[in-house]
């Protein structure tokens, strides 16, 4: 059984945002917890009668308090969407995750630019620092191109993974399908090559950051639209800014839409 755990859904500043006197909760409804986002990443098992093979998508600012409210310890690989600070800036956490896997290094996947930023950004977490005896925690691996299916190994059997390549703006963002479900946080365009790739998915967690258009992000109508054209039969709203209230998209909606929520669990 494949399953995904939302681990974070909210825009880059999380929701509430920091605010003058207090949380800015924009139009959200403060005593809905649903309303409550830490910054994107999604936890992806692949469960069998031999154990669990964990992929860790993203490693956002809030992983820590993330992985602790999934009661998470371990993961088989690392999977980076790109190298901006909402999805990369909780690396050092990966530290812990390594010690409890008595030192064994992680494997970690992503793009040419992505990996190369990352290493200049956290160089101790790829190679041991002159005059210092810390070990590296990871080991990367530049994923080819054209993308091809890759798995992961771990305890519950290969991870099927195929990324997909995605504007973000200025630059390049990768989305992932597992299987039957996909992942295409911070997106804001979509070629024919990434619509094939989306073809058959079952469960698309797919961005729409606000109602109005944003520069680097799809918005609620673009990502409806896009919806429309892939047909999965289930749509998860993630990546989401203080002016989508959990409650209000609920209603709003047509069927098989939802918003994403900290902590939702998708199965496949």
């Given at each position: 059984?494949?399953?995904?755990?939302?681990?974070?859904?909210?825009?880059?500043?999380?929701?509430?945002?920091l605010?003058?006197?207090?949380?800015?909760?924009?139009?959200?409804?403060p005593?809905?917890?649903?309303?409550?986002?830490?910054?994107?990443s999604?936890?992806?098992?692949?469960?069998?009668?031999?154990?669990?093979?964990?992929?860790?998508v993203?490693t956002?600012?809030?992983?820590r308090?993330?992985?602790l409210?999934?009661?998470?310890?371990?993961?088989?690989?690392?999977?980076?969407?790109?190298?901006?600070a909402?999805?990369t800036?909780?690396?050092?956490?990966?530290?812990?995750?390594?010690l409890?896997q008595?030192?064994?290094?992680?494997?970690?996947?992503?793009?040419?630019?992505?990996?190369?930023s990352?290493?200049?950004?956290?160089s101790?977490?790829?190679?041991?620092?002159?005059?210092?005896?810390?070990?590296?925690?990871?080991?990367?691996?530049?994923?080819?191109?054209?993308?091809?299916?890759?798995?992961?190994a771990?305890?519950?059997?290969?991870?099927?993974?195929?990324?997909?390549?995605?504007s973000?703006?200025?630059?390049?963002?990768?989305?992932?399908?597992?299987?039957?479900?996909?992942?295409?946080?911070?997106?804001?365009?979509l070629?024919?090559?990434?619509?094939?790739?989306?073809?058959?998915?079952?469960?698309?967690?797919v961005?729409?950051?606000?109602?109005?258009?944003?520069?680097?992000?799809?918005?609620?109508?673009?990502?409806?639209?896009?919806?429309?054209?892939?047909?999965?039969k289930?749509a998860?709203?993630?990546?989401?800014?203080?002016?989508?209230?959990?409650?209000?998209?609920?209603?709003?909606?047509?069927?098989?839409?939802?918003?994403?929520y900290?902590?939702m669990?998708?199965t496949?």
């Amino acid at each position: 059984m494949l399953e995904v755990r939302i681990l974070g859904c909210g825009s880059s500043g999380g929701v509430p945002r920091l605010g003058e006197g207090g949380p800015n909760w924009g139009v959200c409804d403060p005593a809905n917890p649903r309303n409550r986002r830490s910054r994107c990443s999604i936890l992806v098992t692949q469960k069998s009668a031999t154990g669990e093979t964990r992929a860790l998508v993203d490693t956002s600012p809030d992983l820590r308090e993330q992985l602790l409210a999934a009661n998470i310890g371990r993961v088989d690989g690392v999977l980076i969407t790109h190298d901006h600070a909402d999805q990369t800036h909780g690396m050092d956490d990966l530290r812990v995750l390594v010690l409890q896997q008595k030192g064994k290094k992680l494997d970690m996947w992503s793009d040419k630019f992505a990996l190369d930023s990352l290493s200049r950004k956290f160089s101790y977490i790829f190679h041991t620092p002159p005059n210092r005896d810390y070990p590296p925690i990871v080991e990367a691996h530049v994923l080819p191109e054209p993308f091809v299916p890759f798995d992961i190994a771990g305890p519950g059997g290969p991870l099927p993974v195929l990324a997909i390549g995605q504007s973000h703006g200025r630059i390049r963002s990768l989305g992932f399908r597992f299987g039957g479900i996909a992942y295409s946080p911070d997106v804001d365009g979509l070629d024919d090559e990434a619509f094939a790739a989306l073809d058959g998915v079952e469960c698309w967690i797919v961005d729409a950051l606000r109602r109005t258009p944003h520069p680097s992000h799809a918005h609620l109508s673009r990502t409806l639209e896009w919806i429309a054209r892939v047909k999965p039969k289930r749509a998860i709203l993630t990546n989401m800014h203080a002016d989508m209230d959990y409650d209000t998209l609920k209603r709003e909606l047509p069927p098989g839409v939802e918003p994403a929520y900290d902590g939702m669990i998708i199965t496949a």
